[in-house]
C-alpha cells in the first residue's frame, strides 16, 4: 500500500514552485490535501489541475501573519478530521547586501522563513501528539548551510529553521512524530524573481543557477521519496550540492569558487 493512501497532508506554499509541484505529485497517491498560500486564485487554479480535485480543500494564509496560525491549525484539522503530515513550504527569497538591506526587508524574510514555519508546527504539534501520529517536514535551503554575500537574512532564517527542528525532533525523540528537514539546491521555480531587494521591491529577474535547476516535478518525485523514510535532514538537487561537504571540509576552497 502507497505510504500516502488515505493520509491527509497539508501543503503550505502550495500555489507555486515546490510547494505547487508537490500537491500535484501527492494528488494521485489516493490521500486528502490541504492546499495553503497568499493567493486563493492561484489555490484554486492548482486544485483544478491536481488529478483528484474532490480530496482537496484549500486554505488561504499569509505566513507573515503567524499570530493566526492556531485559527489556521483548527481549520486545517477540521477539513479531513485530523493532519497527518504538514509540509511547510512556503516562503519568500531576499538578495541584498547587509548595509542595504532594509531592517524591515529582515524581519519580513524570518518572520515568513521562519516564525511562519515555527507557529504552525507549535499550533498544530499538541494535536499531533494527542493522536499520537504525526508527520512534519519542513523545506530549508543548502543556503543555511553556509554563508553567501547578499544572502544574510535568507540564509540566516533557512539556518534558523535547521537547527529549530533539529532540536524539536531531540525533543519528540520518545514520541511518535516525524520531523524532518529538506535542503534543496538550485529549483528552477520564481523564488529568485520573488525575492526581496534591499528597499523591499521585488527582483523581478531570475537567475541562471535558477534557470537551469531541478525542475520543480523531479524535485517533487524526490520529495515524496523523502517523507517515509527515517532520516532528519535530506539534500535535494545537482552538483550544487557539493557545497555543504566543502564548506564543511575546505570552506576556503568554497569561498574563493563563490567569489568567482
Known amino acids: 500500500m502507497s ?40 489555490l484554486e487554479r492548482v486544485k483544478s489541475e491536481c488529478s483528484n480535485p474532490d ?29 497527518d503530515i504538514l509540509i511547510n513550504n512556503g516562503g519568500i527569497g531576499q538578495f541584498g547586501s547587509v548595509i542595504e ?3 524591515e526587508v529582515e524581519r519580513k524574510v524570518f518572520e515568513t522563513n521562519y516564525f511562519g ?10 494535536k499531533m501528539l494527542k493522536a499520537n501520529k ?25 539556518a534558523a529553521v535547521n537547527l529549530y527542528y533539529e532540536s524539536l525532533k531531540e525533543e519528540l525523540h520518545n514520541t511518535p512524530i516525524k520531523i524532518q528537514v529538506v535542503s534543496p539546491g538550485f529549483i528552477k521555480t520564481n523564488v529568485t524573481i520573488n525575492s526581496l531587494k534591499p ?5 523581478e529577474k531570475n537567475s541562471p543557477a535558477q534557470e537551469n535547476g531541478m525542475p520543480t516535478d ?18 535535494i538537487g545537482n552538483k550544487e550540492l ?19
Open 3 to 42: 505510504y500516502f493512501k488515505g493520509k491527509t497532508i497539508w501543503v503550505t506554499g502550495a500555489s507555486s514552485g515546490i510547494g505547487e509541484a508537490t500537491a500535484k505529485a501527492l494528488s494521485s497517491k489516493g490521500c486528502q490535501l490541504i492546499l495553503s498560500a497568499r493567493r486563493a486564485s492561484e
Open 55 to 83: 480530496s482537496i480543500q484549500i486554505l488561504p494564509l499569509d505566513l507573515l501573519n503567524n499570530k493566526e496560525a492556531q485559527q489556521w491549525v483548527d481549520t486545517a484539522w477540521k477539513a479531513f478530521d485530523g493532519v
Open 101 to 103: 538591506t532594509s531592517d
Open 117 to 126: 514555519h515555527v507557529a504552525i508546527t507549535k499550533a498544530i504539534l499538541p
Open 134 to 158: 504525526g508527520q512534519i517536514l519542513t523545506i530549508s535551503s543548502i543556503a543555511g548551510k553556509f554563508g553567501q554575500a547578499n544572502l544574510a537574512a535568507y540564509s540566516a532564517s533557512k
Open 199 to 203: 528597499d523591499g521591491s521585488k527582483m
Open 218 to 235: 523531479v524535485f517533487a518525485k524526490k520529495l515524496l521519496k523523502v517523507l517515509p523514510k527515517d532520516s532528519f535532514h535530506s539534500y
Open 242 to 260: 557539493l557545497a555543504v561537504p566543502l564548506h564543511t571540509f575546505v570552506p576556503g576552497l568554497l569561498y574563493k569558487m563563490l567569489r568567482k
